[in-house]
């Protein structure tokens, strides 16, 4: 039994140094490969943008920490245990490696694992390579398919099959030649583009896509026995990107370029079965706002993929929910929301349906919407934010003057000839009770009663948002570097540097801002829907590296080291079944050399815990950790060692890398 960990080490714990950063929320992967190890029974799907690692259980996602590094497609090879990608990327489960590859320029455009001839199979223009488990075979075959647009092993044809996109339809690959299977996959054309996948269930292959006839409708086929069967497919997917994967229930839908908006799916038969995720697709120009009564931070409507308006409500407080109401304004982007004390509800005026630009004012308090009927309508978009008085003050982006919700009207007044006119961006500081806004070159501040101008380092671009973190007020540019405004003076938010925070709302129950959609110059993308600005993220980085002969192990989180996550532990990848493995905590790196290029990193560990390995050679220790602030930056350093005689250089036992992880949002 563990006797000590570092949680009970708050003393000695080391901290991190406070970097501020986003930090992505999303809790399903937007993927950029995916394949199913059917000896654990897992699906492992590699994220590209940011780089992550997730495995699937069937049920839940659970993100591994430790393996960052951006996938191409590939395939698994069963007997090796590792992911092959078209590039020679290969993931043995603890490691990325470069794996040798066939002379000739570039990669493949697609691979699989036969698994009768127990051979991978890759195929480029013209060729196919094979490796055999020691060296590449190239052959040219007679004829070549016209197109590629996917490779599977087929077992209940002994053979690889592969998808073309132009007639004939499909192929199979015997070692030596292609030979036509069938030239008639339905709906097809020289810009389709499908995912295939073998259904081992139902012994069929399956392909989904979107037909070139029908404005793009998707649909999905199986094919046995020598014959096309057409499944029912939602109509609201986009089916051009996505690929399919086993996942030892059925075929699993996973998006390939932007977020699966349309929801996580799953066939099952020949039924598409919705699984119960709830996520908000990624969006622009989202409504936002937030309560320091209410708990969560609310996004209404939006920009979505496809330019389509949005109109749907979602809460988000550590995991999404829909907002449903019986009434609801109508779809649209670019409007704005702020809370009103005066109403106890949040206040939405205006908005873009993509024809008319709206006047109408929504009253919305946590659960329902209503629209307010006031006897003055702004004649003009507004940018809203709390008003110290009590309701709600809106600034417009061209005019000059500023309009004031009062709980049941509009009113407008003047703004001072020194103040203006067009704002780029609002926001309520709730730590001095005054509203700043943002404009060209300068920032302005209302108390209630008067407006008083500040210069501003930033252009009109700038967005400004109050943050809980440092009780600051943020102001962010694509163009400079991320500031802070006091009331007095701006300085430098660390760690931001140069960053664009499109939609955001502070989360006051857990001090920390949230951004709703954001902009290509994100660091991390443009395909994440929602995002944290903190000082104390979660990470795990290697910063030393173990030793065996072949197959080196590896230490990996599994899930997320943040406070109040009771599934959080520590997966140490050994490659050897039933093997007696240690894993050991730290704080300090102080390396002991024990031949063979092996290092001990972590002398007399505070923490040591002895354990078996499974049949996959995978060893897991439960780490849950308490729902307490004082541990964030927290950091711990864990090494392990498994009893591993064959690839070990020192006798016995071989060595895993060094995992930092440090605790955080």
């Not at 839940?60 to 990608?85: E, K, Y």
């Not at 404005?215 to 094919?223: E, F, G, I, K």
């Not at 500023?402 to 001072?416: K, M, S, V």
């Amino acid at each position: 039994m563990i006797r000590t960990h570092c949680l009970m080490f708050a003393v000695t714990c080391s901290a991190a140094v406070a970097q501020a950063r986003l930090v992505d929320v999303t809790t399903f992967p937007r993927a950029g490969t995916a394949v199913y190890d059917s000896q654990r029974g897992t699906t492992l799907v590699f994220e590209g943008s940011p780089n992550r690692l997730w495995e699937w259980d069937g049920a839940t996602f659970r993100q591994r920490l430790g393996a960052t590094h951006s996938p191409v497609v590939g395939t698994w090879d069963p007997s090796r245990r590792r992911f092959f990608g078209i590039d020679g990327t290969t993931w043995d489960g603890a490691n990325w490696n470069t794996a040798p590859m066939p002379a000739g320029p570039g990669g493949f455009l697609a691979v699989a694992f036969d698994e009768a001839r127990q051979r991978l199979v890759g195929v480029s223009a013209a060729a196919v390579s094979e490796w055999d488990g020691t060296q590449w075979l190239t052959i040219t075959p007679p004829a070549a398919p016209p197109t590629v647009r996917s490779l599977v092993y087929d077992p209940t044809r002994g053979r690889c099959v592969l998808a073309a996109g132009t007639s004939p339809a499909l192929f199979d690959w015997d070692g030596a030649q292609w030979s036509v299977i069938d030239a008639s996959l339905p709906s097809q054309g020289s810009s389709f583009t499908y995912s295939m996948a073998y259904d081992p269930q139902h012994a069929r292959l399956v392909v989904h896509g979107n037909t070139m006839i029908g404005a793009l409708a998707p649909r999905t086929w199986s094919y046995a026995n020598g014959a096309w069967h057409a499944i029912a497919t939602p109509g609201t997917f986009d089916a051009r990107n996505t690929q399919l994967i086993h996942d030892g229930i059925g075929l699993l839908r996973l998006d390939t370029v932007t977020f699966p908006g349309e929801g996580l799916w799953r066939l099952e038969g020949d039924v598409w079965r919705r699984l119960p995720f709830e996520h908000p697709v990624r969006r622009s120009q989202a409504a936002v706002g937030s309560s320091p009564t209410l708990a969560g931070t609310f996004a209404f409507g939006g920009n979505g993929p496809n330019n389509v308006m949005l109109g749907d409500t979602w809460r988000f407080d550590g995991v999404w929910q829909r907002v449903s109401s019986i009434v609801n304004p109508s779809p649209r982007r670019a409007a704005s929301m702020a809370w009103s004390p005066a109403n106890q509800a949040f206040v939405l005026f205006g908005g873009y349906d993509g024809n008319t630009h709206l006047d109408d004012t929504w009253l919305f308090d946590g659960v329902n919407w209503q629209q307010a009927q006031p006897v003055t309508v702004p004649v003009e978009a507004l940018l809203l934010a709390t008003d110290p008085a009590g309701g709600v003050v809106g600034v417009s982006t061209t005019g000059s003057r500023y309009w004031q919700w009062d709980g049941t009207d509009w009113r407008n007044n003047p703004l001072p000839a020194s103040i203006g006119p067009g704002f780029s961006s609002i926001c309520h500081d709730p730590a001095r009770n005054v509203t700043v806004a943002a404009s060209y070159y300068a920032v302005a501040e209302w108390d209630g009663t008067a407006w008083t101008q500040y210069s501003s380092p930033f252009a009109f671009t700038a967005q400004v948002n109050f943050r809980p973190e440092t009780q600051l007020v943020l102001a962010t540019s694509p163009q400079s570097t991320a500031l802070e405004w006091d009331g007095i003076a701006w300085r430098p938010a660390p760690g931001l540097g140069t960053v664009s925070i499109e939609a955001a709302a502070p989360d006051y129950a857990r001090g920390r801002l949230w951004t709703f959609g954001n902009s290509p110059s994100t660091p991390t993308g443009s395909n994440r829907t929602a995002m944290y600005v903190t000082t104390t993220p979660a990470v795990a980085e290697r910063i030393a590296y173990g030793c065996s002969f072949a197959n080196t192990p590896g230490v990996l989180t599994d899930g997320i080291p943040t406070p109040g996550n009771p599934n959080f532990g520590v997966i140490a990848e050994t490659f050897a079944s039933s093997a007696p493995t240690a894993i050991a905590f730290g704080f300090q790196m102080q390396g002991a050399h024990l031949g063979g290029g092996c290092v001990s990193w972590l002398q007399s560990p505070p923490a040591l815990h002895f354990l078996v390995s499974d049949g996959t050679g995978r060893a897991r220790f439960g780490l849950p950790i308490p729902n307490s602030p004082g541990l964030l930056s927290v950091a711990l350093l864990v090494q392990t060692g498994a009893m591993d005689p064959a690839h070990s250089p020192i006798g016995s036992f071989v060595v895993s890398d060094v995992l930092r992880f440090v605790l955080g949002d």
